[in-house]
C-alpha cells in the first residue's frame, strides 16, 4: 500500500492550493480516505475524509467552506482543494488509507506529506 501527497508549496495569505494522493497497492473504490495535517510542536489534525460508497465528506471545523475533498477512483487520486489558505494552515499535509469504506474507523496507511506553507 502506498499513498503518495504531492501539491505542497508556499502560498500566500488568501492563496489556493491543489494537494493531491496517489493511491496504489490497494482498490481505491473500497475505502475511505482522509486528509490530516500537522504542524510542529502541534498535534496531528484531521482535516477531510471522503466515503467510498456515497462520496459523503466530512471536514474539520477549521477548513469547514474552504477546503474541498475529492476523489477520482479512476484515476486512482484523492484531491484537497484549499482555498482562502491561512497562516494557522501551514503543515505538513497527508493522505491516509482507513480500514473500510466509511469515515471514522481510523488510519490505517499513511505516507509522506507534503510542506504546505502559507506567508507573505
Known amino acids: 500500500v502506498q499513498l503518495q501527497a504531492s501539491g505542497g508549496g508556499l502560498v500566500q495569505p488568501g492563496g489556493s492550493l491543489r494537494l493531491s494522493c496517489i493511491a496504489s497497492?490497494?482498490?481505491?473504490?473500497?475505502?475511505?480516505i482522509d486528509w490530516f495535517r500537522q504542524a510542529p510542536g502541534k498535534e496531528r489534525e484531521a482535516v477531510a475524509c471522503i466515503n467510498s460508497d456515497d462520496d459523503n465528506t466530512y471536514y474539520a471545523n477549521s477548513v469547514k467552506g474552504r477546503f474541498t475533498i475529492s476523489r477520482d477512483n479512476d484515476n486512482i487520486t484523492v484531491y484537497l482543494q484549499m482555498n482562502s489558505l491561512k497562516p494557522e494552515d501551514t503543515a505538513v499535509y497527508y493522505c491516509?488509507?482507513?480500514?473500510?469504506?466509511?469515515?471514522?474507523?481510523?488510519?490505517?496507511?499513511w505516507g509522506q506529506g507534503t510542506q504546505v506553507t502559507v506567508s507573505s
Open positions: 497497492g490497494f482498490t481505491l473504490d473500497y475505502y475511505a
Open positions: 491516509a488509507r482507513e480500514a473500510g469504506r466509511n469515515c471514522g474507523g481510523g488510519y490505517v496507511y
